[in-house]
């Protein structure tokens, strides 16, 4: 059973340019979130996608987007990046139905803004 | 908007020293709540959770966590803590409502340190 996974591991970008990350959800689970977690801090929430549409969005410009593909995979779009956009980009996935929602996250990809 | 606090930043124990980590949350409503930890080089992963029932939960390797919902506190136990504890340990909370609303907060985080 895959659980979630996350591509790229590490990237480096420079200010002002876009980056796209990409999360395949743990298999069965049809909703994703995406966090951020800048260094020594806890994960921010970003926004969480349920059947191909935004649900719920935290405190976050518009610089940030995403998508979530009829297969339930998703991505983080940052357009115009910030040296402090550099942090942990974390996606969790969750089964919508269940009643409780306990979210299993990936291994992270890794943003470097220089 | 609900919020997390762990009051222990850095926390430094020699092996077979007993564990607790403090936790409070601020929310108006009923809350789900979840211990996650993360080892070096390795992704988030859970410890344990409270959803309802019994108030003492328990998880993975010898972990208990006790919600008190009158101190709006979920503290993290180990009686026993080992080298390989050494870790990051995180506090999150949601609404416990089924409205597709379910972003986590999580607290600052915890960095365990266990001498051996």
């Known amino acids: 059973d895959a659980g979630v996974t996350q591509s790229p591991t590490h990237l480096i970008k420079t200010r002002g340019q876009q980056v796209t990350l990409r999360c395949s959800p743990k298999?069965?689970?049809?909703?994703v979130s995406w966090y951020q977690q800048a260094l020594g801090q806890g994960p921010q929430f970003i926004f969480q996608?349920?059947?191909?549409?935004?649900?719920q969005r935290g405190n976050f410009p518009d610089r940030f987007s995403g998508h979530q593909f009829p297969n339930y995979s998703s991505e983080l779009n940052v357009n115009a990046l910030l040296l402090g956009d550099s942090a942990l980009y974390l996606c969790?996935?969750?089964?919508?139905?269940?009643?409780?929602?306990?979210?299993?996250f990936g291994p992270g990809t890794r943003l470097t803004v220089l | 908007a609900q919020s997390v606090s762990q009051h222990n930043h850095h926390v430094i124990l020699s092996e077979a020293a007993s564990l607790e980590l403090g936790c409070n949350y601020s929310?108006?409503?009923?809350?789900?709540l979840f211990w996650y930890v993360q080892y070096p080089g390795q992704h988030l992963q859970l410890l344990l959770k409270?959803?309802?029932?019994?108030?003492l939960v328990k998880g993975i390797k010898g972990f208990e966590a006790e919600f008190i919902k009158s101190k709006f506190s979920f503290n993290l136990r180990k009686p026993s803590v080992q080298w390989s504890d050494t870790a990051e340990y995180f506090c999150?909370?949601?609404?416990?409502?089924?409205?597709?609303?379910?972003?986590?907060?999580f607290g600052s985080g915890t960095r365990l340190q266990v001498q051996p």
């Open positions: 969790a996935s969750s089964l919508a139905r269940s009643s409780y929602n306990e979210q299993f």
């Open positions: 298999s069965g689970h049809d909703t």
């Open positions: 996608y349920y059947e191909e549409e935004e649900r």
């Open positions: 929310y108006g409503g009923t809350v789900n």
């Open positions: 409270y959803f309802s029932g019994d108030p």
């Open positions: 999150a909370v949601n609404p416990a409502s089924y409205t597709g609303r379910r972003a986590l907060t």
